[in-house]
């Protein structure tokens, strides 16, 4: 059976670098959610066909992706509950099990972090837009495993995650 796995969560609690590690290890491929969203997020769609739009690629990528691969790695914000639910529905119809994967801390931590990651890498989301973001985040419920990053380091989950692919 084919295996999907979710990474997602806020900004800046390594959700990229954990999905790449993965890839390496098992030559998955990589769907960077919140990079398509970026080129959809058009001034010529409304927020409605941007969401159908979105769909649609989803839908068209997974099947693609299912013909080739038995691992899919997604990773990305995933901050609603009609994003997570496609995905399970996708999962299903493709005979593919889904692992959703959240992480998770305190916006305390996630602004500090978000930061940090400003001084690595120029990466910078305002601290307004990581507030609204964390109070709008409606998938806390809707995971199958999760981890608090305040406790963990990506190095640290990743021989757990490890075990749920294989």
Known sequence: MNKTLLIYGMPSLGKSTLIRELSKDFNAQIIHIDSFWKEISNPIYNKTESEFVFD???IEYMKQLKMQKS???LEGV???KSKIRLLEQLSENYNSTLFKIL????IEN???KNRERFQKEGKHI???ALIKLYNNFETFSLSTYSYNMANKTTHSIYSEIKKLIL
């Not at 992480?103 to 305190?106: E, G, K, P, R, T």
């Open 126 to 128: 305002s601290k307004q």
């Open 110 to 112: 996630i602004i500090k």
């Open 103 to 106: 992480l998770y801390d305190s």
């Open 71 to 73: 691992l899919i790695l």
């Open 78 to 80: 995933f901050a609603t």
């Open 56 to 58: 649609l690629f989803l």
